[in-house]
C-alpha cells in the first residue's frame, strides 16, 4: 500500500535547503500540504529567497506549500510560524523542526535556534495538535550529540544543543501519548552544508554515500499516521534505520552506600549485560523502588 499524507499539514524548520528540503518536497509528492519555514537568506544574497524557492518546486509538481520566513529561536517568531499554518491550512498534523545554524555560529546562537528555536515551535504548535486530538513532531538530534566528537572542534554548544532534542522529543512522547501526539528524534548522518568545512575528499565521501533524500523516509514514516513509535531516537544515515536508546543498568545498591562501595563495585554500576528501558521517569522510578523494596510514596 503506498503512503500517503493526503489531508494533513506539515511545518517544516529549516526547509530551505537540505535535509529540511528533502522532507518538504517528500511530504509533498505524497499529498501533504507544506509549510516551507526559512529564513529568506543566509545572511548573503547568494541564495535569494530558499523557502520560496523550495515551493515553487513543490506547486511545479503539482503540489501545495507556502512560504514562511520566521526566525524560530523566539516565541513570537514560533508563534507566527504557526498562525501561517493554521491561517493557510487551518491545522498542523506535523512538525518538523530541523532548522539549524552554520558550525561556526556562536554558542548563543546555537542553542537559540537549534535548541529554543524548537522548543518554542513546538509550544507554538501544541495547541493545535492537543485540540484536533492528533499530532506528528520529530526533533532533529546528532550523533554528534548523543556518542560525542573527539577533535576539539567548538562542537560543545552544538552536541548540548541536540541532546537537548532528545529531552524535548522523549519528554513530548510522554506528555501527548494520551493526545493522539507522538514526538521522536532523528539524529542523521547527512551530507548538507554542515560539512563544507571538511577536506574536500571527505566531503565527497560523504555526498556520495550519505545523501539528505535518503534520510527522508526515516523522518516520514515518524511522521505518518500508522507509526505507533513514540519518544524514541531513531538513526539514520546512507539507507541505514535504526534504534538508538537510552537504557539503565541493573546497577548496585547497598544500605549505607559509600564512595567506597562504589569505587569497589564500579563493574557492577556499568554493567550491561542486564539493563532496562524505562519508558517515562516514573518507569524509572518504579525501577528503582522495586529493587530497594520501597513502596509508593
Request: some cysteine; glycine content about 12%; aromatic content about 6%.
Amino acid at each position: 500500500m503506498s503512503v500517503s499524507f493526503a489531508g494533513r499539514v506539515a511545518v517544516i524548520t529549516g526547509a530551505g535547503h537540505g535535509l529540511g528540503r528533502e522532507y518538504a518536497l517528500a511530504l509533498a509528492a505524497r499529498g501533504a500540504r507544506v509549510v516551507v519555514n526559512d529564513l529568506h537568506s543566509d545572511g548573503d544574497d547568494s541564495d535569494g529567497d530558499a523557502a520560496e524557492t523550495v515551493v515553487r518546486e513543490i506547486t511545479a509538481a503539482q503540489g501545495t506549500a507556502v512560504a514562511d520566513h520566521h526566525a524560530v529561536g523566539t516565541a513570537d517568531a514560533a508563534g507566527g510560524l504557526a498562525a501561517t499554518a493554521l491561517g493557510s491550512f487551518g491545522r498542523i498534523d506535523i512538525l518538523i523542526c530541523s532548522a539549524a545554524v552554520p558550525p561556526q555560529s556562536g554558542a548563543d546562537v546555537t542553542i537559540g535556534v537549534d535548541a529554543l528555536g524548537a522548543l518554542h515551535t513546538v509550544e507554538a504548535v501544541w495547541p493545535a495538535m492537543k485540540s484536533q486530538g492528533y499530532g506528528r513532531i520529530v526533533t532533529t538530534t546528532s550523533p554528534v550529540g548523543l556518542f560525542g566528537f573527539p577533535a576539539e572542534s567548538g562542537r560543545n554548544a552544538y552536541a548540548s544543543a541536540k541532546m537537548a532534542m532528545v529531552g524535548l522529543a522523549r519528554n513530548l512522547g510522554a506528555m501527548g501519548a494520551a493526545h493522539g501526539i507522538h514526538a521522536n528524534a532523528i539524529a542523521p548522518w547527512a551530507s548538507t552544508r554542515r560539512m563544507d568545512g571538511m577536506p574536500p575528499d571527505e566531503r565527497a565521501w560523504m555526498a556520495r554515500h550519505f545523501p539528505p533524500r535518503l534520510v527522508a523516509p526515516a523522518v516520514l514514516w515518524l511522521a505518518h499516521e500508522r507509526c505507533q513509535v513514540n519518544g524514541e531516537v531513531i538513526g539514520a544515515a546512507g539507507g541505514r534505520v535504526a534504534r538508538i536508546f537510552i537504557a539503565e543498568t541493573r546497577g548496585y545498591h547497598t544500605a549505607g552506600l559509600s564512595v567506597e562501595d562504589l569505587l569497589a563495585n564500579e563493574g557492577a554500576v556499568l554493567d550491561t549485560t542486564e539493563y532496562f528501558l524505562p519508558a517515562s521517569s516514573d518507569d524509572e522510578l518504579a525501577l528503582i523502588r522495586a529493587q530497594l523494596g520501597i513502596g509508593p510514596a
